[in-house]
């Protein structure tokens, strides 16, 4: 075991690269990766705490959700109509030009004008959290007790617990 410091970016990505090689073989490596899991999960409990989104805000994202739904454009099965963007986002349809979606989305946003300012700033504080540094332990090995099926990128993803020279 030795003291790491990485900043919480690195924490999570560290804690994706050992996801990523679970299912490598080796026992010394199995136990590496899943006491290294354990670490990082200890540290990704408090950013998630810190990600968390509180109730008032929440309650706000529904409401602004089924204005949009009620404002949106339709299919013809009448349900919202949604915009793809790069596969993962997605918007709905027909409320850029919504004079009724504007007036009411804007008296939504002045009614929770200090819910969504209290939230702004929370995702400042958490990008500004991300980048502060921590000490991780990490169970480290020798590059030669790692699988040989391993793949460059996935070393790359886990180079934090290999002993280098």
């Known amino acids: 075991m030795s003291k790491e410091t990485m900043t919480r970016n690195e924490v ?26 354990k670490a990082c999960e200890k540290e990704i409990e408090i950013i ?16 602004r959700i089924e204005l ?15 915009i793809h963007i790069q596969g993962q986002l997605s918007k709905f349809e027909g409320l850029d030009d919504n004079e009724n979606f504007v007036k009411e989305f804007k008296a939504l946003q ?37 699988p040989e099926e391993i793949t460059t990128a996935q070393l790359e993803s886990i180079f934090p617990m290999i002993i280098t020279d």
Do not use: W
Not at 68 to 82: F, V, Y
Not at 123 to 142: A, G, N, P
């Open 110 to 146: 002045k009614e929770n004008k200090k819910v969504i300012e209290e939230r702004e700033k929370q995702q400042i504080d958490q990008v500004l959290f991300l980048k502060e540094t921590t000490e991780l332990e990490v169970h480290k090995m020798s590059i030669t007790e790692i």
């Open 48 to 63: 998630n705490e810190i990600a968390k989104q509180s109730e008032e805000f929440i309650a706000f994202e529904r409401t």
């Open 68 to 82: 949009c739904k009620k404002h949106c454009s339709k299919n013809d099965l009448g349900e919202p109509k949604m």
């Open 12 to 37: 999570i990505n560290f804690h994706r690269g050992l996801i990523g090689v679970a299912s490598l073989k080796g026992a010394k490596f199995a136990y590496a990766v899943i006491k290294n899991k």
